[in-house]
C-alpha cells in the first residue's frame, strides 16, 4: 500500500528517519526515565542492595515489590548508569545510584522523591499552554503561586524543604570551601532555609559568626544545632525570621543568596536587593549563587534548570549581563564571579 504523499514507494524504516533519531527519542521518552526514578527512589530500592547484587526477584521479596516488573524499570535505568545488571540477571549499585541509598552521607534520596513529584510532572505538562500565554504552568495547575501553594500546604512545604537540604548539602560545602571567607565577621544567609550553608561555612572559619534568615516556620525546622559540628559551631549562630522582601538582619558583614535570585521575576528581585542593601554597611559584600546562563547551544545544567523556573514559578536563570543590570539598579557593583565546581558561580558584589 502506498503511504507517501506524491510517490509510488513505502517511507523508510521509522529507525532510519531523521525525524526518529536518538538524540530525539530519548528527549521524547524523558519523563518515562523521571518516573522510573520516582518509583525506585520512593521504595527505597537502593537500601536494599547496599550489601551488594541481588537477583530481582529476591529484590522485590525484600522491598515488597513485584519482581517482573521492578526488573524492567531497574534494566531502564541501567542504561542511563543508575544501577548495573549482571548477566547472572543480578542488580547492583552504580556510583550514580548510591546516593538513593538513606543511609549514606550526603544522600540524594528526598531530594530526588521532591524533584519527580507530581508537583513538577504537572507543571511540566503545561508547557504547551504556556508557550501561547506565557503563563506560569504551576500557576495554572494549581490555581495559585507555588510558595503560596508551599504556604497552605504543610506536606508539600516540609517535602520542599527536606528536599533541597538533601540536594543543597553537597553544594553547601563546595560553596564554603570555594569562596575565601574572612577570618572575622558575621554571614548573614537570605533565605537560607535549614541552615545548611551556615553550618558549613562556620565549620570551616571558627572566627566568624552566621543569622540564618528565612520564613519563621522554615527557620523553625533548622538543622544547625544537629550532626557532628554541633557543638563546634554552638553559640556562633542565631536564626531570624521574616520577609526578605521587606527586611533583613541588619549589620552582616557578608550576605548571601544562594538559589534566590532564580525563583522570581526583576522586580521581585529587586525588592530583595533593596533589602539588603539597606541592611549592608560600608565594606560589606553581597554573594548571589546562582547559575550564570553561558552563550551558545552546548549543554549546560542552568539551560535545563532554566525551564524548572518557567514551569514552577515567575524567575529564570540569568546571563552575566542580566545580573550585573538586575544588581547595579539595587545599588550593588560586581566585583568578580566565581566559578563553583558544580553548575553555579559565587557573584561577589558590593554596595555602591
Same mark, same amino acid.
Given at each position: 500500500?502506498?503511504?507517501?504523499?506524491?510517490?509510488?514507494?513505502?517511507?523508510?524504516?521509522?529507525?532510519?528517519?531523521?525525524?526518529?533519531?536518538?538524540?530525539?527519542?530519548?528527549?521524547?521518552?524523558?519523563?518515562?526515565?523521571?518516573?522510573?526514578?520516582?518509583?525506585?527512589?520512593?521504595?527505597?530500592?537502593?537500601?536494599?542492595?547496599?550489601?551488594?547484587?541481588?537477583?530481582?526477584?529476591?529484590?522485590?521479596?525484600?522491598?515488597?515489590?513485584?519482581?517482573? @516488573?521492578?526488573?524492567?524499570?531497574?534494566?531502564?535505568?541501567?542504561?542511563?548508569?543508575?544501577?548495573?545488571?549482571?548477566?547472572?540477571?543480578?542488580?547492583?549499585?552504580?556510583?550514580?545510584?548510591?546516593?538513593?541509598?538513606?543511609?549514606?552521607?550526603?544522600?540524594?534520596?528526598?531530594?530526588?522523591?521532591?524533584?519527580?513529584?507530581?508537583?513538577?510532572?504537572?507543571?511540566?505538562?503545561?508547557?504547551?499552554?504556556?508557550?501561547?500565554?506565557?503563563? @506560569?504552568?504551576?500557576?495554572?495547575?494549581?490555581?495559585?503561586?507555588?510558595?503560596?501553594?508551599?504556604?497552605?500546604?504543610?506536606?508539600?512545604?516540609?517535602?520542599?524543604?527536606?528536599?533541597?537540604?538533601?540536594?543543597?548539602?553537597?553544594?553547601?560545602?563546595?560553596?564554603?570551601?570555594?569562596?575565601?571567607?574572612?577570618?572575622?565577621?558575621?554571614?548573614?544567609?537570605?533565605?537560607?532555609?535549614?541552615?545548611?550553608?551556615?553550618?558549613?561555612?562556620?565549620?570551616?572559619?571558627?572566627?566568624?559568626?552566621?543569622?540564618?534568615?528565612?520564613?519563621?516556620?522554615?527557620?523553625?525546622?533548622?538543622?544547625?544545632?544537629?550532626?557532628?559540628?554541633?557543638?563546634?559551631?554552638?553559640?556562633?549562630?542565631?536564626?531570624?525570621?521574616?520577609?526578605?522582601?521587606?527586611?533583613? @538582619?541588619?549589620?552582616?558583614?557578608?550576605?548571601?543568596?544562594?538559589?534566590?535570585?532564580?525563583?522570581?521575576?526583576?522586580?521581585?528581585?529587586?525588592?530583595?536587593?533593596?533589602?539588603?542593601?539597606?541592611?549592608?554597611?560600608?565594606?560589606?559584600?553581597?554573594?548571589?549563587?546562582?547559575?550564570?546562563?553561558?552563550?551558545?547551544?552546548?549543554?549546560?545544567?542552568?539551560?535545563?534548570?532554566?525551564?524548572?523556573?518557567?514551569?514552577?514559578?515567575?524567575?529564570?536563570?540569568?546571563?552575566?549581563?542580566?545580573?550585573?543590570?538586575?544588581?547595579?539598579?539595587?545599588?550593588?557593583?560586581?566585583?568578580?564571579?566565581?566559578?563553583?565546581?558544580?553548575?553555579?558561580?559565587?557573584?561577589?558584589?558590593?554596595?555602591?
Amino acid at each position: 500500500m502506498d503511504v507517501t504523499p506524491g510517490t509510488g514507494n513505502p517511507p523508510d524504516h521509522p529507525a532510519d528517519h531523521p525525524a526518529f533519531s536518538a538524540q530525539l527519542s530519548e528527549v521524547s521518552l524523558g519523563h518515562f526515565y523521571a518516573s522510573a526514578l520516582r518509583a525506585v527512589a520512593v521504595h527505597r530500592v537502593a537500601d536494599h542492595l547496599a550489601d551488594g547484587p541481588l537477583q530481582s526477584g529476591e529484590l522485590a521479596r525484600r522491598a515488597g515489590l513485584h519482581g517482573p @516488573t521492578l526488573r524492567r524499570v531497574l534494566r531502564l535505568l541501567a542504561t542511563r548508569g543508575i544501577f548495573q545488571e549482571d548477566e547472572q540477571g543480578a542488580f547492583a549499585l552504580t556510583p550514580d545510584a548510591e546516593p538513593l541509598r538513606t543511609d549514606v552521607p550526603a544522600s540524594a534520596h528526598t531530594g530526588m522523591v521532591w524533584i519527580t513529584d507530581e508537583v513538577f510532572q504537572r507543571s511540566a505538562a503545561g508547557m504547551e499552554d504556556t508557550l501561547r500565554t506565557g503563563r @506560569t504552568p504551576f500557576d495554572t495547575a494549581y490555581g495559585m503561586p507555588f510558595f503560596d501553594y508551599l504556604r497552605t500546604n504543610a506536606d508539600a512545604q516540609q517535602s520542599f524543604d527536606t528536599g533541597m537540604a538533601s540536594m543543597s548539602g553537597p553544594e553547601d560545602e563546595l560553596i564554603a570551601e570555594t569562596y575565601e571567607f574572612p577570618a572575622t565577621g558575621t554571614v548573614v544567609d537570605v533565605g537560607g532555609g535549614r541552615g545548611g550553608l551556615v553550618r558549613a561555612v562556620l565549620s570551616r572559619n571558627p572566627g566568624l559568626t552566621g543569622v540564618l534568615f528565612d520564613q519563621e516556620q522554615t527557620v523553625a525546622a533548622h538543622l544547625l544545632d544537629e550532626g557532628p559540628s554541633a557543638k563546634e559551631i554552638a553559640g556562633r549562630w542565631r536564626t531570624d525570621g521574616g520577609s526578605f522582601f521587606e527586611s533583613v @538582619t541588619p549589620g552582616g558583614d557578608i550576605y548571601v543568596l544562594k538559589h534566590i535570585l532564580h525563583d522570581w521575576k526583576d522586580e521581585d528581585c529587586l525588592r530583595i536587593l533593596r533589602a539588603i542593601r539597606a541592611a549592608i554597611p560600608v565594606g560589606g559584600r553581597l554573594l548571589a549563587v546562582d547559575a550564570v546562563l553561558p552563550p551558545g547551544n552546548e549543554p549546560h545544567f542552568a539551560k535545563a534548570l532554566d525551564i524548572i523556573m518557567l514551569a514552577l514559578v515567575t524567575g529564570r536563570e540569568r546571563t552575566e549581563q542580566e545580573f550585573r543590570d538586575l544588581l547595579g539598579e539595587a545599588g550593588f557593583r560586581i566585583d568578580r564571579i566565581i566559578s563553583a565546581p558544580n553548575f553555579a558561580s559565587i557573584i561577589e558584589a558590593v554596595p555602591v
